[in-house]
Structure formats: structure tokens, C-alpha cells
């Protein structure tokens, strides 16, 4: 007994359950105009359904022309009882030039002629998306019915009772109207039985219209085209996307476009949907946990609303008790000068009133005249001489004891009234501008930033960076000084960075990574700023500094006193050499090295060269042979032109070996890129220690030339004998030469004419209050050097 009630049970709760879940889709079947249940619903451009008549509607507020609707089945002006007997006679149109008459786009409608431009583009302003939507030049007659919201529609009415209403005939006289039993699909119509009888005669071809139940909204049987009416949609282009007919597939706009039929169309979206809805059944935990959670947001929004409306009040009042104090102070200021002002002001009063005759110091001068004995007149007029004579003067220049005006008392309120004015609720930080200037990647990774000028100022900055490739949920190698929190999303954060600039260290070599930052105030995180790249060394980076102890030229070169950057400035030797400038090539050339040694693995450098430099070679060199070509003289004639300079002695038995130096050339602005070939060979006549047959020699006739990048790199391969020249900015591969490696290999920048050179700085020494104590990365030079 239990299991047939339980399932009695389930059988009654089953409508139950669907007459509940379709009440609560009324929200998806309503229209964004009149919000109320769509009725012949149109599909816009932009995917949302909207009436028919209000689509029509919206348009005439907007200007344009009212379009040509049909009446509704069940108005008053389709009951064929209200029509005259003449059009009682009529047959009923058919379906299809009733869409017809939706498109007063369509052909030549009245008033235009042939020669006229195509009309305007319509712009629909749809409700759901906030914006106008091109309906295009026909308007409404390029917009597809609905016809599947049109039967979702009318199930729903059925289901919640919407339409329990009796449908009545629409055929019948208005003293005998009986409910309809049958309604035509052609005809667009209800009836009767004895009405259907009468206006579908045996025989007739009005006996062959299909009948459907009795319905308030005919809808077309099937969808045709817009602009062919007798063509059925079968098509549909993934690339437009729009239904297409087999005539539209033919157009010129749709070639090349992935066309698909529409019954692949359909059962491809159908399975998407089903998907999509069975993944969402299937989470319907998560979706109430959300739900919650969502909840417990809104109450904790109401909580922090009253809280944030406490505060607002609190700091008013703060505002207000601050003013009202400081008005009391100014006021009480103004009080005290206007009594002292005055008490000046009524002694002088006082004083010019004393002048008057008959009163006050005349009065006391006159009875003074009358005395007769000159000793006692004299001992008491003397003050008496005093005072008038103080009054005489204060009479011929006469001024006011005190300034009337209180000019020095009014308040200047503009920058106040300004700030109020712009009092407003904090603003979480704009997204920052990353300084792609300053910002570089070389023994760590240096990132700089600022604000917008407009941005609210930040308590602090949060630092993610990850590397290139990880997918989500991985985590990336390394640390960044102040700790990082834990990896989410393949990203790593470094919290609470003060000040526009960070450091990170410890991470993959030749790698790329991405970095973004954004602010934090009192309102909370702001939006991040755009993700920059940054691409890491192929190699450790060497830490050398430029040796002064092999005689430098002080006339003509000058290493700074950090010892990270050389200038160089053409001496007397250039200009002593000037009178054989007619017979034979003078150059002066000046050599420095590095004060650190390779003798194994692999070493990244960098240095930038100054655009204006003449000359400037940058590269490696074994230190033996640098030492040897730095001992012979530096002014000299270039073996080119001198047959007996032995320029070429021995090349040929060395031409498997690699160079013994490998440079590159920059000058006037420009790189110089020989071939390897080419550097292979003159690195065998570089050998011979002449300034002008260094290797990749300029001069040669292979080869090209490039802009002179900011920074240039240099990796040394010494198990290889290898040695590779980068664009430092975005470590692109330059040239790639050999290099003998044989015996310890030093950097080398030789420099021809005037020029300047700066080693890139590391990125651990930029905050150093000092310059660090020297120490040897890879192994000190111990040759002795011999005079």
C-alpha cells in the first residue's frame, strides 16, 4: 500500500513541480518594453525578443516611420461580423502575405523613387542591452519571428491558467457568440462547428486548410526568408551568423563562410544547451551555496551600509565641532581688535576734544597766561609747552589711531569651498602605468610604476608576477624579498610594496614573465595595470667592473670612479697623425678589459653604448692575447695598407681554429652584424695585435647594420667557445659567433675616436646606500703583467 500512495503521491506532485517551475520562467517570457507577456515576439540583432507592436511602437518615438502591422486574430477588426457583406466575401489572406505586410521596407514602398540613396539605417534602443541596435535598412522585416517563445508562451498560459479563458468564435452573430472548437492555421482564425462548416464548404479549396485547436495567436507554419518569401530557411552561417535560404547561400557576401544545414545547426546548439543544463542540474549544491552565501553578502552590505552611514555622520560632525570651533577663535581674535581699535580711537577723540576753547588743555593754558610770577610760571607751563606743542603737530597731521576697515580680518574660503565642494567617498587607486623606461630584467628582476595624476593616492602596491606558460593552478619556482604568499592560479604576489618600484629574485633563466600591480587604500584593491613582459638572462649574470691597471691614456680616456663606465675623447695622437693622412690610415684605438676572468660555464652581460660614439667595439677576448695587443704601440699604421706588416702571416694554417676575439661594432648611431664567415676569418687575422684588423672589422663588404639598440647583451659560452650578442631590451638574438677558449676570456670594449660606454648596473645595487665591496664572481686574474 505504501509504494502505490508513494507513487499516487509522486504522480500529484509531478503538475505540481511543473506548474511551479514554469511560474517562475514568467520572468523570461516577458518583454523589455511593456513587461508584460510577449505577444508575436521578434528576435533583434542582438539576440533578445521584444513584441511586435512594441518594436513598432519604440520606433515611432524615435522618428521613424510607423511600420504597416496586421491586426491581432482576436481584435474587433478581424471578426468578419463588423465587416461589410462585400468583405464578408472575401477569402481570408493567407499567412504568408500577412508577413508580407510586415516588411514596409520591401521593394519600392510609396514616395520613393528608383533613383533615390537606400534609406536609413535604423537603430532600435534595446531595453536589456543599453544600447541602439542596427535593425538595418528595412527596420522590423529583417527580424525573425519567435515562434518557439510563441509556443513556450502559450504553454505557459496553459499551465498557470493564464488562458483557461474560453475562446470564442469569431464568426458568429454577437447575440448567439458560442465558444470555438476548432481553429484554422490558414485562415488565422477561430470558429464554431457550424461556422467551420459554413466557411470551409465540401469541395472547396477551403476544405483543405489545416485545423488546429482553438488559439489567440496564429503563428506561420514554418520560417521563410526575409527577402524570399517562398524559400524556407535551411541553412545557417557560423560566420554572420544568420539563417540562410538556399538563394541567400549563394550570395557574394556569404562566400568563404562556414555554412552548415539547419538540422546540423540544430541539434549541435541543442546539445550545447543540454550540456550546459545538465551541468547546472548537476551543481544545483553549488548554486544553493552561492545562493547563500549571496545572502549573507546582502545582509552584511546592510550591516556595513549602516556602519558606512554612522561614519559619514560621525566625520560631519567632526567637520561641523571644528568649524564651529575655530569660528569661535576668529571671532573672539575679531572682538579683541575691535575693542582695542576702539579704545584707540576714543582716546583720540578724547585728545582732539581737549583742543576745543573753553575746554579740557585751552582752558588750563589760559589760566595758566594769567599767572605773574616767572619763576612759578615757568616751572609750571613747561609741560604745558610740551603737550601743546605734541597737539599742534598732531593737528597739522592729522591720522586715524586705528585702521576702521578690518580689512586684514576678512576669510578666504575658496580652497576650502573647494575641498568641500570635492569631498567625496574614497576611491580605490586607478590601475597603475607601468615604466617600461626603468623597468628591466637582468640579475633580478626590476619593476617601477605610478600613478594616474588623477588616481587616489595608494596605502600600498601588490606585486604578481608568474611565468610564461603555466597553466592555472601551478605554481612557479622562486621568492621575491618580503615573502610571497602562497601560489593561486599560477600567479605569485608580493604584498605591500611601498613606494613605485619592486624587486623580485631567484628566478628561471631565459624564461618570460608576465607582471602586473595594482593599488590598495582605505576603499579596497584597485584595477591592475596592463601585464608587461619581461624576458630573464640566458645565463648568470657576471658582475665585473672596468680594470684601470693596464696603463690607461688619461689624455684621451677616462674611467668613472665607480669604475662602470668609460668615456673616451680623441687625444693628440689623432691629430699628430693627421699630416700622413694623405699616404697611409692612422687610427688610435684604446683597449679595455674587464677585471674578471671566465674559465668555465656559461655569463650574461650588458652595457649601453652612447649614440654619438664613433667607434665603439664591444665583445671577449682571451686574456693572453689582450694583454699582447695591448702591449704593442697604439698609433700605427693599418696593415691594409702595409704589404710587410705580416697582417696575413699564418692565417692559412689556422683557419679551422676559432678567434681569439670576437667584437662587435657600433657607432654614429648604428650595429654592425658581419656574417660568420666572415668573422671567422678576420678573428684569424686579428691575431696579429693591428688596431684595425680587430675582427669583425667594419670595413668589410659583407654584412649588415642595424639600429644601435639601448642595451646590448653578451652571453659567453665557455665549454662551447661560444659567444652570442643580444638586443638586452628583448634579449633577440643578434650574432652568434666562436671565440677561443682556450685560456681565461675577458670583456673586452675597445674604443676608436670619441665615444662612451656604461655597464649596466645591477639591479641588487640600486637600493645600496654604498658600492658594494668588490669581490671576483668567477675566478680573479693572477697573471702577472710584465713591463
Not at 503538475?15 to 516577458?30: F, T
Not at 505586410?101 to 535604423?122: E, I, N, S
Not at 663588404?701 to 652570442?724: N, S
Request: with cysteine; charged share 20%; glycine share 6%.
Amino acid at each position: 500500500m505504501k509504494p502505490e500512495g508513494r507513487a499516487t503521491q509522486d504522480r500529484h506532485s509531478a503538475p505540481d513541480a511543473r506548474k511551479s517551475g514554469m511560474k517562475s520562467m514568467e520572468q523570461e517570457l516577458q518583454c523589455p518594453v511593456c513587461k508584460g507577456l510577449v505577444k508575436q515576439p521578434v528576435v533583434l540583432p542582438c539576440l533578445h525578443s521584444v513584441c511586435l507592436l512594441c518594436a513598432s511602437e519604440v520606433l515611432v518615438q524615435s522618428g521613424y516611420p510607423p511600420p504597416d502591422l496586421p491586426p491581432e486574430p482576436n481584435s474587433p477588426a478581424s471578426t468578419p461580423n463588423t465587416r461589410s457583406p462585400r468583405q464578408a466575401r472575401r477569402p481570408m489572406p493567407k499567412a504568408d502575405r500577412i508577413d508580407r505586410q510586415l516588411r514596409p521596407g520591401f521593394g519600392t514602398y510609396p514616395g520613393r523613387r528608383r533613383k533615390d540613396g537606400p534609406p536609413p539605417v535604423m537603430l532600435f534602443p534595446c531595453v536589456p542591452c543599453g544600447r541602439d541596435v542596427e535593425l538595418g535598412e528595412r527596420g522590423l522585416a529583417e527580424c525573425l519571428r519567435n515562434l518557439t517563445l510563441e509556443r513556450i508562451v502559450e504553454r505557459y498560459r496553459h499551465t498557470v491558467s493564464l488562458g483557461s479563458a474560453a475562446v470564442m468564435c469569431q464568426f458568429c452573430k454577437p447575440s448567439q457568440v458560442q465558444e470555438a472548437t476548432k481553429g484554422c492555421a490558414d485562415c488565422r482564425a477561430n470558429f464554431c462547428n457550424e461556422c467551420f462548416k459554413l466557411y470551409h464548404p465540401w469541395g472547396t479549396p477551403r476544405a483543405q486548410h489545416e485545423h488546429v485547436l482553438p488559439t489567440l495567436n496564429f503563428r506561420p507554419k514554418v520560417l521563410s526568408c526575409p527577402e524570399h518569401d517562398t524559400e524556407r530557411l535551411q541553412f545557417y552561417c557560423k560566420s554572420c551568423p544568420r539563417l540562410l535560404c538556399a538563394l541567400c547561400k549563394l550570395r557574394r557576401i556569404h562566400a568563404g563562410h562556414k555554412i552548415i544545414p539547419i538540422t546540423q545547426a540544430y541539434q549541435t546548439l541543442k546539445d550545447k544547451i543540454s550540456k550546459e543544463l545538465n551541468y547546472i542540474l548537476s551543481n544545483q549544491d553549488t548554486v544553493l551555496s552561492q545562493i547563500t552565501q549571496l545572502e549573507n553578502v546582502v545582509t552584511q552590505t546592510e550591516v556595513n551600509s549602516v556602519s558606512a552611514r554612522e561614519h559619514l555622520a560621525q566625520c560631519v560632525r567632526e567637520l561641523n565641532g571644528l568649524l564651529a570651533e575655530r569660528q569661535a577663535m576668529l571671532t573672539q581674535a575679531l572682538e579683541a581688535s575691535r575693542q582695542k581699535r576702539g579704545e584707540a580711537l576714543a582716546n583720540q577723540v578724547a585728545e582732539r576734544r581737549s583742543l576745543l576753547e573753553h575746554a579740557g588743555l585751552l582752558a588750563f593754558s589760559q589760566e595758566l597766561l594769567k599767572e605773574t610770577d616767572p619763576a612759578c610760571f615757568v616751572h609750571a607751563a613747561r609741560s604745558t609747552h610740551s603737550r601743546l606743542a605734541k597737539a599742534i603737530e598732531s593737528l597739522q597731521c592729522f591720522s586715524l589711531a586705528a585702521d576702521p576697515s578690518f580689512r586684514h580680518f576678512q576669510l578666504d574660503v575658496s580652497r576650502e569651498l573647494k575641498l568641500l565642494s570635492d569631498l567625496d567617498f574614497i576611491q580605490a587607486p586607478l590601475a597603475p602605468v607601468i615604466d617600461t623606461q626603468r623597468t628591466l630584467a637582468y640579475d633580478q628582476l626590476f619593476l617601477c610604476w605610478r600613478l594616474p595624476p588623477d588616481s587616489s593616492p595608494a596605502w600600498h602596491f601588490s606585486v604578481e608576477f608568474r611565468r610564461r606558460g603555466v597553466v592555472p593552478g601551478g605554481g612557479v619556482r622562486g621568492s621575491v624579498h618580503g615573502g610571497l604568499a602562497a601560489a593561486r592560479w599560477g600567479w605569485q604576489r608580493l604584498e605591500e610594496v611601498t613606494g613605485n618600484s619592486a624587486v623580485i629574485d631567484r628566478l628561471e633563466m631565459d624564461s618570460v614573465y608576465v607582471l602586473r600591480v595594482r593599488g590598495c587604500n582605505k576603499a579596497g584593491f584597485g584595477e591592475y595595470s596592463e601585464e608587461v613582459y619581461l624576458h630573464t638572462p640566458p645565463a648568470p649574470v657576471l658582475n665585473f667592473y672596468l680594470d684601470s691597471r693596464w696603463g690607461l691614456h688619461a689624455d684621451r680616456l677616462v674611467v668613472s670612479k665607480e669604475q662602470r663606465c668609460a668615456r673616451s675623447v680623441p687625444g693628440l695622437s689623432l691629430l699628430q697623425a693627421a699630416d700622413h693622412a694623405l699616404t697611409s690610415c692612422h687610427l688610435t684605438a684604446d683597449l679595455l678589459v674587464g677585471d674578471v676572468a671566465v674559465t668555465q660555464g656559461r655569463h650574461y652581460w650588458a652595457c649601453s653604448v652612447e649614440p654619438g660614439s664613433y667607434l665603439v667595439k664591444v665583445g671577449v677576448g682571451l686574456e693572453a692575447k689582450l694583454q699582447e695587443w695591448f702591449h704593442l704601440p697604439q698609433d700605427m699604421a693599418s696593415p691594409r695598407y702595409d704589404p710587410d706588416s705580416g697582417h696575413d702571416s699564418g692565417a692559412e694554417d689556422a683557419l679551422d681554429s676559432p678567434p681569439p676575439f670576437s667584437f662587435l661594432t657600433m657607432g654614429m648611431g648604428k650595429i654592425y652584424l658581419p656574417s660568420t664567415t666572415n668573422s671567422h676569418h678576420s678573428g684569424q687575422g686579428s691575431g696579429s695585435g693591428r688596431d684595425s684588423a680587430l675582427p669583425n672589422s667594419p670595413s668589410s663588404p659583407t654584412g649588415v647594420t642595424y639600429p644601435l639598440p639601448p642595451r646590448l647583451g653578451v652571453c659567453l659560452d665557455f665549454e662551447k667557445g661560444r659567444v652570442t650578442f643580444y638586443d638586452a631590451h628583448s634579449l633577440r638574438p643578434l650574432w652568434e659567433g666562436p671565440v677561443d677558449c682556450s685560456g681565461p676570456v675577458c670583456p673586452a670594449f675597445c674604443f676608436i675616436g670619441g665615444g662612451a660606454l656604461q655597464l649596466q648596473e645591477l639591479v641588487s645595487n640600486r637600493n645600496a646606500d654604498q658600492t658594494p665591496v668588490r669581490r671576483v664572481t668567477i675566478q680573479s686574474r693572477v697573471t702577472k703583467l710584465t713591463n
